[in-house]
C-alpha cells in the first residue's frame, strides 16, 4: 500500500476543518454529519478515521481552528496602522457581520458559544488557553483606561461585539441589525476615545503669548 507523505496528511486535515467549519457555522453540530463533512471537502468517508477519532472530534477541533482562521481574517493588514486606528478598523470589520447572511464566514463566537458551554472541562480548557493567546497577540493595542488592563479592555470588546453580532442577526430586518451594530460601535469608539487623534498624530500645541499685567 502506498504510502502518502506527511505533508499530504496535514494538507488533508486542513482540508476536513475548513469544510467542518463551514457546516457547523451554517448548519449546526447535528446536522453536520461525517458523510456531509467529506463530500464539502471533496473527500471519501473511508479516510476520515485517519484523521479524527469521532465527529465530537471533529468538531471540537474545527471550532478551534474556525477561531484562529477567524481571528487571522479580522486582523489582516491592519499592522501597519496605529493603535487607535488598529482597534477602530477591527472594530468596524467584526461588526460588518452583522449584515452578511452567509453564516460560513461569521466568526464562531457569535454562532458557536453553546457548543463550547456544552462541552467537557477539558475542551473549555483548551479553548480558553486558544482565545487567550490570540487576545494576547492584540492586547496591547487596545487603550488603557481607568481602572482597566489593556488586556480587561480588549477582553470587554470582543464581549460586546460578538454579543452585538449574535443579536443583530436575530433581528428582525436589516435596519434592526443595522441599528444594533451601529449603537455597539458608537458605544465602544466613545467608551475607548477613538475618536480622538492619536497622541503620535497630533499637532504641537503652540503656545500662546504672555500677556503684561499692569503695575497697580
Not at 88 to 102: F, G, M, T
Not at 131 to 140: F, K, Q, W
Not at 195 to 213: E, I, N, Y
Amino acid at each position: 500500500m502506498a504510502r502518502y507523505p506527511a505533508e499530504h496528511k496535514e494538507t488533508t486535515r486542513a482540508r476536513i476543518l475548513a469544510a467542518s467549519e463551514r457546516l457547523l457555522k451554517r448548519d449546526g453540530v447535528e446536522r453536520s454529519s461525517v458523510e456531509a463533512v467529506m463530500r464539502e471537502a471533496g473527500l471519501t468517508v473511508g479516510g476520515f478515521y485517519a484523521h479524527f477519532e469521532s465527529k465530537d472530534d471533529l468538531a471540537r477541533q474545527a471550532l478551534l481552528y474556525s477561531v484562529e482562521e477567524s481571528f487571522r481574517r479580522l486582523t489582516h493588514g491592519l499592522d501597519d496602522l496605529d493603535d487607535r486606528a488598529f482597534v477602530r478598523a477591527l472594530i468596524s470589520r467584526y461588526l460588518a457581520q452583522a449584515a452578511d447572511p452567509n453564516l460560513e464566514h461569521a466568526c464562531p463566537l457569535t454562532v458557536l458559544l453553546p457548543e463550547v458551554a456544552r462541552s467537557s472541562s477539558a475542551f473549555r480548557d483548551e479553548f480558553a488557553t486558544r482565545t487567550a493567546a490570540l487576545l494576547h497577540a492584540v492586547e496591547r493595542r487596545f487603550p488603557e483606561r481607568r481602572g482597566f488592563s489593556q488586556r480587561e479592555t480588549a477582553l470587554a470588546v470582543f464581549a460586546a461585539l460578538s454579543g452585538a453580532v449574535a443579536m443583530a442577526r436575530a433581528a428582525a430586518t436589516p435596519r434592526a441589525r443595522a441599528k444594533i451594530a451601529g449603537a455597539a460601535e458608537a458605544f465602544l469608539v466613545a467608551a475607548l476615545a477613538l475618536d480622538m487623534p492619536s497622541r503620535r498624530h497630533r499637532a504641537p500645541l503652540r503656545s500662546r503669548p504672555v500677556k503684561s499685567r499692569r503695575a497697580a
